[in-house]
Structures are given as C-alpha cells and as structure tokens.
C-alpha cells in the first residue's frame, strides 16, 4: 500500500464517532486511527485484505447531508476506488413520514372511489343489456 486508506468528509466537518460495525473475516483485524478525526479524517488499517473482504463502518460527522464522504488510497496493482453514485434522492426521515401521512390520507379515498365503480359492473358480469343500461344512465 503505498497510501493509507482514508475517509474523510469532503468539507474537512468534524468527525465525531467512527466505528467498526462488522467484519465479514476476523483474520482482517481492522482498526481505525482517529487521530485526524477533528479534521474529518479517520484511517483503516488491517493486517491482511484479500478479495471479497468487508468491513462496516459508522461514522457520525457534525453537518447536515449535503456533506460527501469520501475514500482514498493507493494500492498497488489495484485500480482507484470506486464511488457508485445513487441516482434517486435520499429523503430525511421527516420527509419520508410526510409522504406516508400523505399517502394515508389519500389511499381511503381512492378505494371508496375504486369500489363504487367496480361493484356495478361486478353485480352483471355477462349482461350486456344491463351494461347498456348502465352507461345510458350515466349520460
């Protein structure tokens, strides 16, 4: 490894907690140096990485959302680390119960609404005469 493998906050905002959550092999014997965490820096160092090797990480930075986390290091051989972009909008917690209270509100109406419209044509099914009937009315 030619640079130690770093997370940091992309505006240098404090890093507050960083903790391990889980490893996937405990050979790995990862570790964190928070030295740098007022910074908004907090290194990972392990003994040994192979393939398919992970590690959860929480970390808990002053800032709102906005803020990006990033990764760095320089691994021989390895090509540079990969940032998957997420292409929807992450909604706040506040933001997600609005948009079921909404849809709490919302959803009895539309099923009264569904039934009145379903249950005459459920009462004659096969009585073209009747659907006739029906729509005659309606105009």
Excluded at 36 to 53: H, M, P, Q, S
């Amino acid at each position: 490894m030619l640079r130690t493998f770093t997370i940091r906050t992309s505006n240098g905002a404090p890093i507050i907690e960083a903790k391990i959550r889980k490893t996937n092999r405990d050979v790995v014997h990862v570790a964190l140096d928070e030295s740098k965490c007022a910074a908004g820096e907090v290194g990972i160092i392990w003994n040994i990485l192979e393939r398919n090797d992970a590690v959860i990480i929480q970390l808990i930075y002053q800032g709102d959302e906005s803020n990006v986390i990033v990764a760095d290091a320089v691994v021989t051989g390895q090509p540079n680390i990969f940032r998957p972009q997420y292409s929807r909008e992450i909604r706040s917690p506040s933001r997600e119960y609005e948009q079921l209270q909404f849809v709490g509100r919302w959803l009895p109406i539309f099923s009264i609404a569904f039934g009145i419209l379903v249950i005459p044509l459920r009462a004659y099914p096969n009585n073209p005469a009747a659907l006739n009937a029906m729509s005659a009315q309606a105009k």
